[in-house]
């Protein structure tokens, strides 16, 4: 499918729009989550702003869009990412076991 890379690891890319509060907001929130997920991902972070022509080619639309690379099941996200659980779910991720002293990222 045109605009999707050919991966053959596990990716989650976040595209943002520049150093808005949002943009910096998804990216705390991938920081955390990226803390949360089993098994670890690789990161990368797009800025639209400086790369459209990444954008593009991936067919983003709005930001921030969390794209999750998978070969056999990729999936987007829209928004801020500030549910953990409700990421990880729609991610189809599992989340790792918190030890006793980590800290719970879920937000209401």
Do not use: F
Not at 85 to 96: E, F, H, R
């Amino acid at each position: 499918m045109e605009g999707q890379a050919h991966v053959k690891e596990s990716l989650l890319r976040l595209y943002i729009a520049g150093k808005s509060a949002i943009s910096q907001r998804a990216e705390q929130n991938l920081d955390q989550l990226r803390h949360l997920i089993q098994p670890a991902c690789r990161i990368e972070i797009i800025d639209v702003l400086i790369h459209p022509d990444v954008a593009e080619r991936a067919g983003i639309l709005a930001t921030p869009t969390l794209s999750y690379e998978h070969p056999e099941r990729p999936r987007r996200i829209v928004g801020d990412l500030d549910d953990a659980k409700k990421v990880l779910a729609c991610l189809g991720l599992p989340m790792k076991e918190p030890d006793a002293g980590d800290i719970d990222y879920d937000r209401r």
